[in-house]
């Protein structure tokens, strides 16, 4: 059988890319190497999958050149995603932060997506356990072997995803067969994962299960959401989006009470200067998190006793509560990879390759990563949707 494309990759981006093109009358063949299509969707959100996120827009996503993703998220959008979740009669709700899940389970968008597939007037076939061995170009077409047969068309679309959670099968064969083709790769590294404590921050360890409010700030950019205290270090939401843009040796800032108005310590010692720090710390915070600080903080005693200037340092203190992490959980723990495929390579129209016509790349693969809250299921879809649009 002849195909007009062939995607390698069984995921968000790879299925929702062989829809659309099968719509428009392409006949597509998916080439996944699990046995199953759509792992990570299941796995997704809890197992809820946060599809998408309503106000998805090109400054959620972090890449070298942040203009990128412009153009393919404004041409499908998370309006246009959810009219399709609809479409099948998908209950869902928002939960924070316009992050929209599914009512039921993950199963439902990927049995969307294989619904999608079927709905012609193209063919998509899907093959599933196939493990690529070599592609090639030869005359114009993309010859790639398996080691269940041979299969060849004009245009290749790389959606193999990235290295995040290899335990699942995923690899950086996206960007092996990128530099085949004499495309750049941005450095990949693990994003959104936990960040690991030592040194001097190993006390904090010790409050593994404890979580607080917080705004987490690193490399200039702030999240105010909930910090988790780990056996390991520190996560939570709010770590997760800071650790997409920490890199090694750079600090992470956490302002602990970040509703707490400037000057609120001195106007707890003037209402309550028999009060101690601890105490007063304890309301606002979990008791073994306000245990600590005050310990770090060193101003035993009541309040009242305690002089002005002090009390503005423990108050900056806590607003500024500098951590030096020692690393991250890695890929194994990682949602999902910053860097991939170089922006630069590709048309962010199509995904295609520049150097390389027929050949594209969309999905996490790309050097396009989105924050925690269904904005990289946007960019799947969004990318996958734009190469679609070319093949
Ligand atoms: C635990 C977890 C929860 C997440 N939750 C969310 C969420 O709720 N919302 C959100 O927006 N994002 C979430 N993400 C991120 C999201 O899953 C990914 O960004 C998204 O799946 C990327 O889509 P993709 O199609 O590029 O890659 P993937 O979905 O990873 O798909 C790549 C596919 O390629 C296949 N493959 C790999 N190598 C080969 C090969 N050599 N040959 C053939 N096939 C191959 C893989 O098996 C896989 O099926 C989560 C990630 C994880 C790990």
Redesign the pocket.
């Known amino acids: 059988m002849a195909y007009d494309a062939i995607i ?7 299925l929702f890319c062989a829809a659309v093109a099968g719509q428009r009358g392409r006949d597509v063949l998916v ?4 046995a199953t ?5 299941l ?3 809890g197992g809820r ?2 599809f998408t996120n309503i106000g998805a827009g090109p400054s959620n996503y972090l890449s070298d050149n942040p203009h990128f993703a412009k153009s393919a998220l404004s041409r499908y959008t998370a309006r246009d995603f959810l009219a399709l979740v609809e479409k099948h009669g998908i209950a869902w709700h928002e939960k924070t932060l316009g992050q929209l899940f599914c009512d039921g389970s993950a199963k439902q968008i990927v049995d969307m997506l294989l619904a999608e597939c079927n709905a012609g007037p193209g063919r998509v076939e899907i093959r599933c356990s ?3 061995s070599a592609v090639s170009h030869e005359e114009g077409r993309f010859i790639v072997k398996t080691q269940r047969g041979t299969f060849d068309a004009p245009a290749l679309v790389l ?3 990235g290295p ?2 290899p335990k699942m ?3 950086d ?1 996206a960007y092996r067969l990128a530099r085949q083709f004499g495309l750049k790769v941005v450095e990949p590294r693990p994003a959104l994962v936990p960040l690991t404590l030592g040194g001097e921050d190993l006390l904090f360890r010790e409050l593994s299960g404890v979580a607080t409010e917080v705004e987490a700030s690193a490399n200039k950019t702030s999240f105010r959401e909930a910090a988790l205290l780990t056996h390991r270090g520190l996560s939570g939401p709010a770590i997760l989006q800071v650790s997409s843009y920490w890199k090694p040796g750079d600090a992470v800032t956490i302002r602990f009470l970040p509703n707490a108005p400037l000057g609120w310590l001195l106007e707890e010692k003037r209402a309550r200067p028999s009060a101690t720090l601890r105490a007063v710390l304890r309301e606002s915070l979990p008791d073994r998190l306000a245990d600590v600080l005050t310990e770090r903080l060193g101003l035993p005693g009541d309040l009242g006793n305690v002089p002005d200037k002090s009390l503005r340092a423990a108050e900056d203190r806590l607003a500024r509560w500098e951590f030096r992490p020692s690393g991250t959980e890695g890929f194994a723990k990682a ?2 990879t910053v860097g991939g495929i170089a922006t630069t390579e590709l048309s962010s129209k199509t995904m295609e390759a520049r150097k390389v016509p027929g050949l594209y790349a969309i ?3 790309v050097d396009v990563t ?1 924050w925690l809250g ?5 960019w ?1 879809w969004a990318s996958g949707h734009a190469a679609a649009q070319a093949l």
């Open positions: 390698l990759g069984g995921g968000a981006a790879g080439l996944e190497r699990a299509v759509g792992k990570k969707i796995i997704s959100g999958c946060n196939e493990d690529v959606a193999t995803g995040s959670i099968g995923a690899s064969f949602e999902v999905g996490e693969a989105g269904g904005y990289n299921f946007q799947a």
